[in-house]
C-alpha cells in the first residue's frame, strides 16, 4: 500500500485557522493526516467520522499522541446532527470534508475500488452494510445500469456499457473487478490515444452508486454551517466535478439567502500547486470551497 498523503494541508490550514483552539470535526476521516495536521496546529478537539472501519483503525494508530484530544466515530458524516446531539455539542469552531475515496481505499486488497488489481467487485466504504457493485451489477435492469452510468460516471457511452453488462451476466455472474473492466474496455469504441482507461468512468460511477455519495450532500452542508460558531469555517475538498458543483451551488445558495448568513471565501476553487503534485499525483483533481459563518 502506498503512504498516506493528505491533500491540500497547508491550503486546510489556512482556511480553517485551527491556531484559535477549538472544536472542530474531520467529516471524513481517513488515516488522520488532516486531524493530525489540525490537532499539531493548534486545535483543542477534533471529532472525526468515517463509514471506513478499516481506516479508523488506521486513525486511531496515526492519532495515538493525540489521544486525549481525539474521539473517533465510525458514522457517516450525513449523521453530523445525530452525533453531535448525542454528544451534547451544540456549536463547532470549524469543520472539514475529504470527500470521495481514500487512497487507503484504492490500494487496499479486496475492497474493489480500483481495475489495477483483480478483486472482489465490492466498493463499500462501509463494508458492514448495504450492496456491494457486484450486487447492483448482477440486479439492476439495463436501463438503471446506463442512466446511473452517465449520470454518476459522466460517461457518454454508458448505453453501450450497460448493454455488455447485461450479455455477459447472462454468461456468468461479474464478481471481479478485472472482469468488468474487460467488458467496460470492449465495450468502449477506440479512437487513437486515450488520456484515461476506458473504464475509469463506469468504476466511478459505480462507486458513488454503491455509496450513494451525492444523496444528501447538500442537507450535510446546511446542518455544518448551521453548527458553526459565528467566525467559523468549513472546508469541503471534492475530487470530481458532480461533487464540486454540489458543493458550489449550495454554498452559493446559503450565502444568498438562508437563516445562517455565510460568506464563500474561494470565489474559485483552490487546487493543488506543482510541488505538492510532484510528491502526490493523486491531489491533480482535488479541488477545494471553503466558507465562514458571519452572523
Known sequence: MSAHVSVLPAETLFYLRPARGGLYIDCTVGLGGHTRALLEAGASRV??????????AMARETLAPWADRVELVHADYRSLDDVLDA??????????ADLGV??????????????????????????TEGPTAADLVAT????ELADAIYTFGEERFSRRIARAIIDARADAPIETTGR??????????????????????TFQ??????????????RFIEAMMRRLVVGGRFVAISFHSLEDRIVK??????????????????????????????LNPRARSAKLRAAERVA
Request: proline share 3%; hydrophobic share 40%.
Open 180 to 201: 468488468l473492466a474487460t467488458i467496460v474496455r470492449r465495450a468502449v469504441p477506440h479512437r487513437g490515444y486515450q488520456r484515461i482507461d476506458p473504464a475509469t468512468r
Open 87 to 96: 454528544r451534547g455539542v451544540g456549536q463547532i469552531d470549524g469543520g472539514l
Open 102 to 127: 481514500s487512497s487507503m481505499q484504492l490500494d487496499m486488497a479486496g475492497r474493489g475500488f480500483s481495475f489495477l488489481r483483480d478483486d472482489a467487485l465490492d466498493m463499500r466504504m462501509n463494508t
Open 205 to 218: 460511477a459505480l462507486r458513488i452508486w454503491v455509496n450513494r455519495e451525492l444523496e444528501g450532500l447538500d
Open 47 to 56: 471529532i472525526g467520522f468515517d463509514r471506513d472501519v478499516n481506516a479508523l
Open 140 to 143: 439492476a435492469g439495463e436501463r
Open 249 to 278: 451551488h449550495t454554498l452559493r445558495a446559503l450565502q444568498q439567502g438562508s437563516d445562517v448568513a455565510i460568506t464563500v471565501l474561494t470565489k474559485k476553487p483552490i487546487t493543488a500547486s506543482d510541488a505538492e503534485l510532484d
